[in-house]
Each structure stands twice: as C-alpha cells, then as structure tokens.
T-cell receptor
Framework: DTGVSQNPRHKITKRGQNVTFRCDPI?????LYWYRQTLGQGPEFLTY????????KSRLLSDRFSAERPKGSFSTLEIQRTEQGDSAMYLC?????????????FGAGTRLSVL | KQEVTQIPAALSVPEGENLVLNCSFT??????LQWFRQDPGKGLTSLLLIQSSQREQTSGRLNASLDKSSGRSTLYIAASQPGDSATYLCAVEGRLLSDQGAQKLVFGQGTRLTINP
C-alpha cells in the first residue's frame, strides 16, 4: 500500500484550456474526497464519492468542474475553460468505512497554475 | 456554517522552546477534531485525532486538547526542533448530509511555524 497518489504533481496551463487531474486512493478505500487549497489558506471541501457514486458537491464546484470515479477506483477531476482563479492546490483524500475513526489520508496534491 | 480560526497565523521561536497553537470553531456539534502538518508544497499528514468524547490526545512531543463547549482546541509542542518547522492545520469533522457515516473536514487557515536553530 503506497498511500494516496495524485498526478500530475504540477500543471501549468493557459487560461481557457481544460485540465484533468487523477487521484488513486488507497486500495479498498471506498470513500474519496477532493479538496482545494489556495495560497495561505486551509483546504476547502469540493466533493465526495462513496464507491462510484458522487454523493455530495460543494457550492465551490461550479459547472466548469466535473469529477468522476468510474468503477469506484481512481478518480478524475476536470476543470473546463480554466480561469486564473482556479490556480490552487487540489488535494485528494480517501478513507474506509471499516476504519473506526474514518481517518482521511491525503495525497501530495496537484498544484495548478493558470496563466 | 462551521468556521475554524487558527491563531497565530505565523510563529517563529528558537529551538527547544515549548509552544502552543490555538484553534477555535463556531459550531460545537463536531464529531472529531484533527491536527495536520503540511510541509511546503506537500500534502497533509495527520498528527493527532481527538474524538468528540475525548479531552486530549498525545503522540510523542505533541499533545492536543479539545474543549467542545468553548469551541477550542490547542496543540502543544514540547521541546521544539527545527524539523518541526511546517504549517499546522486544525480541522473539524462535519457530517455529510448524503452519507451519515462519512465526514468532510473544515479547516482553519493554518499556523506557519518556524523553529530557529
């Protein structure tokens, strides 16, 4: 078990382009979360998956954002028509219903810079 | 809406000092509270988790306390070392409406800690 893996680690894009990030959770973790962290701030919740079902989305997740988790394994987060305000660190976390404390384990994040 | 505040925003102390980081939250109806460490450009590492029924947790030189009634938590670091330099984040767990068994984390803005050799 190598922990939560996120790719790419860094992404630089021009305004208006589409970008996609990938998160591979800890194997057998059925819960997956996406958070966004802007410079100098704490992470903010974006969306939650239980297996392949996206059960909750924050109001921060505008219609330019879409997340999927096909087959309940890895997840992708896509941002369409990127804006400079989308520049942030995007963090993925996973947890298991089997663990008593539902501890969320975080990946190293994908840092997005929109020029 | 739950809001989490951390004071101070930044702290610089000489090596060897004991220090306290503060966290306050507005809604006392929390499940658990966690303290995380974040190194520059990196993800989050969980340091301590305090269940809502607990008052404190200890791990090595770290001790975290929780007072739900007053909406406060503190992280105490004993005998600080340069390797402790990082941003420390406090997060409270709020239940998701869609899944009563899962929680989303609401974070403070963090305290950036620098330990000077």
């Amino acid at each position: 078990d190598t922990g939560v893996s996120q790719n790419p680690r860094h992404k630089i894009t021009k305004r208006g382009q589409n970008v996609t990030f990938r998160c591979d959770p800890i194997s057998e973790h059925n819960r997956l979360y996406w958070y966004r962290q802007t410079l100098g701030q704490g992470p903010e919740f974006l969306t939650y998956f239980q297996n392949e079902a996206q059960l909750e989305k924050s109001r921060l997740l505008s219609d330019r954002f879409s997340a999927e988790r096909p087959k309940g394994s890895f997840s992708t987060l896509e941002i369409q028509r990127t804006e400079q305000g989308d520049s942030a660190m995007y963090l993925c976390a996973s947890s298991s219903r089997g663990l008593a404390k539902n501890i969320q384990y975080f990946g190293a994040g994908t840092r997005l810079s929109v020029l | 809406k739950q809001e989490v505040t951390q004071i101070p925003a930044a702290l610089s102390v000489p090596e060897g000092e004991n220090l306290v980081l503060n966290c306050s939250f507005t809604d006392s109806a929390i499940y658990n509270l966690q303290w995380f460490r974040q190194d520059p450009g990196k993800g989050l590492t969980s340091l301590l988790l305090i269940q809502s029924s607990q008052r404190e947790q200890t791990s090595g030189r770290l001790n975290a306390s929780l007072d739900k009634s007053s909406g406060r938590s503190t992280l105490y670091i004993a005998a600080s070392q340069p390797g402790d330099s990082a941003t420390y984040l406090c997060a409270v767990e709020g239940r998701l409406l869609s899944d009563q068994g899962a929680q989303k984390l609401v974070f403070g803005q963090g305290t950036r800690l620098t330990i000077n050799p």
